[in-house]
Every structure is written in C-alpha cells, then in structure tokens.
C-alpha cells in the first residue's frame, strides 16, 4: 500500500520555537509538496521540490524553508513559531508527469500544529 | 481569478437525494482533473479521476467539459457516510512537474 507518512500527528509548540515538520513518502515520487489547510481558505501551497534538493516557494513560503536531502524525504520548518502558524500541514507527493496513474497527489494524515 | 472556483456550500440533501457539484478551473492548459474527499480533521483522499468522456464509479458520476474548463460531480442515492467536503483539484504540468490547483471544497451533509 502505497503512502505518504507525517513523523508527527499533533503538536504544540511556543511562540518563538523551531519547528521541524517530516514527511516521507515510499513511491519514489519526484515531486513533493507542504500545504496549511485553514478553515474557509482551503490548501495553501507553502512550498514543494520537483527534485532532490531543488525547492520552489508556493503561494505563501514567508516563515517557512524547506529541505530535500533525500528523494522519499522532504522537511518543513518554522524557524521561529508563530501563533499565526497554527494550523493542519498536509504533505503531499506525486509523480512528475502526466499519463495514466501519474497525475495523482498522495496526502499524508496531517500534522496539526498549535502555537502558543 | 482564481485557478479553481468552487462552490463551498454547505449542501444539506435527505438520504436518497441525488446532488450535483460544479468547479471550473481557469488555465486551459491544465491537464487532469480530479474529485477528492475530505472527512472532517482528516487528509483528502482521491474520489475519481475525471476524463473527457466521463466516468462513473458506483453512484458517482463525474463529467469535464473543456471547453467550457467546467468540472461536475454527481451522486445519487446519498448515503449520511457521503458526508463530507468534496475537493475539485485541476493538474497542470510545468517544467518542474506537477502543479495542483485547488478549489476550497464543497461541504455535504446528507441528513437522515
């Protein structure tokens, strides 16, 4: 069974706080995403990797980097936590091209994130 | 203009009912079109793929029309374990692969 694992479900975390987000994904897929889900605002791209060690900001990269070290592997960090963060971080992963069983994205079960 | 406009709902249907979902996306390059399930505190899960002849799956239909860039989604005789927020997500490939566009999701409640 095919699948993109998030190392934590829930956290919390104080304001100021490094935060690390894992996420692995076992498909060998080339692409590899980070979204915060917010009610009434849907998935925001934070940033995602079409490769190893290759990165592109999304819609809204500001407070976050990312790292890519690794194909099944791909971070998310919060340098300094802020409450405006809390929030769900979905990972996500697809193939990089079209045709039939590629163009499809695989979540991860989520990291809820809480910033006091 | 956003990539993907979807009605958010919420959409209240008896046991039984049949209920249609509409999402048109606007880059007519974009390539493959999906429906996604997403259960309350949960990740979204693929529903169907949509192609350009429409497919069915069960008491799910789903239809694309490119020309008018118009994404459907039908279910029939709903069930309350339909209940839950329907995401229309639009494909388009770039030099860096992949780009998933996203509309903020449907809410069904199918009540008793």
């Known amino acids: 069974d095919v699948k993109v694992t998030q190392s934590s479900r829930y956290l919390v975390k104080r304001t100021g706080e490094k935060v690390f987000l894992e996420c692995v994904q076992d498909m060998d897929h080339e692409n590899m995403f980070w979204y915060r889900q917010d009610p009434g605002l849907g998935l925001r791209l934070i940033y995602f990797?079409?490769?190893?060690?290759?990165?592109e900001k999304g819609d809204i990269p500001e407070g976050y980097s990312v790292s890519r070290e690794k194909k099944e592997r791909f971070s998310l960090i919060l340098e300094s936590a802020s409450t405006n963060q809390t929030s769900m971080y979905l990972c996500?992963?697809?193939?990089?091209?079209?045709?039939?069983?590629?163009?499809?994205?695989?979540f991860g079960e989520g990291s809820r994130l809480t910033v006091l | 203009r956003k990539e993907v406009e979807q009605d958010p709902g919420p959409f209240n249907v008896p046991e039984g009912a049949t209920v249609a979902f509409n999402c048109t996306y606007s880059?007519?390059?974009?390539?493959?079109f999906f429906w996604y399930r997403q259960d309350c505190r949960k990740e979204p899960k693929l529903l169907m793929s949509v192609y350009s002849s429409g497919n069915e799956d069960g008491r799910f239909t789903a239809q694309l029309n490119r020309a008018s860039q118009y994404i459907s989604l039908l279910i029939r005789d709903s069930k309350l374990s339909d209940s839950a927020t329907y995401l229309c997500?639009?494909?388009?490939?770039?030099?860096?692969?992949?780009?998933?566009?996203f509309g903020t999701g449907t809410s069904l409640t199918v009540i008793p």
């Open positions: 997500v639009v494909n388009t490939l770039r030099w860096t692969g992949n780009q998933f566009y």
């Open positions: 880059n007519s390059a974009s390539q493959s």
């Open positions: 996500a992963s697809s193939h990089s091209g079209q045709g039939m069983n590629k163009g499809e994205l695989f």
């Open positions: 990797s079409y490769d190893v060690k290759m990165k």
